[in-house]
């Protein structure tokens, strides 16, 4: 079945930066589409960020459009979400997911890890 393990998040002053990982097991990684995705409370879990398979493409929220870049290695089955100038707005659990095909909406098609807790505060 394939699953994540998302790291890498923390409590950050805003205007600071914060890079988050998921490693992803179960499943052909280099041929999938990888999601992030983040839930601020009580709100729903809404897509941020998408990469294609290979890398090559990318495609962001507009919320977080300039700020965040995913990236992937296909090698170590890893993706990545570099977040700058993050704001209180940013506050949420951080996922990735596998997705069935490259768009922010797509269906996902791996099962949700713990995430990882992302907390933007002065």
């Known amino acids: 079945q394939a699953q994540f393990v998302e790291s890498g998040g923390g409590l950050v002053q805003p205007g600071t930066s914060l890079r988050l990982s998921c490693t992803g097991s179960?499943?052909?990684?280099?041929?999938?589409?990888i999601n992030w995705y983040r839930q601020a409370p009580g709100k729903e879990r809404e897509p941020v960020a998408s990469?294609?398979?290979?890398?090559?493409?990318?495609n962001y929220a507009d919320s977080v459009q300039g700020r965040f870049t995913i990236s992937r290695d296909n090698t170590r089955n890893m993706a990545f979400l570099k977040m700058n100038r993050l704001v209180p707005e940013d506050t949420a659990v951080y996922y990735c997911?596998?997705?069935?095909?490259?768009?922010?909406?797509?269906?996902?098609?791996?099962?949700w890890g713990r995430g990882t807790q992302v907390t933007v505060s002065s």
């Open positions: 997911a596998a997705v069935d095909k490259y768009k922010l909406d797509a269906t996902v098609v791996s099962s």
């Open positions: 179960g499943f052909h990684f280099d041929t999938t589409v």
């Open positions: 990469i294609s398979s290979l890398g090559s493409r990318s």
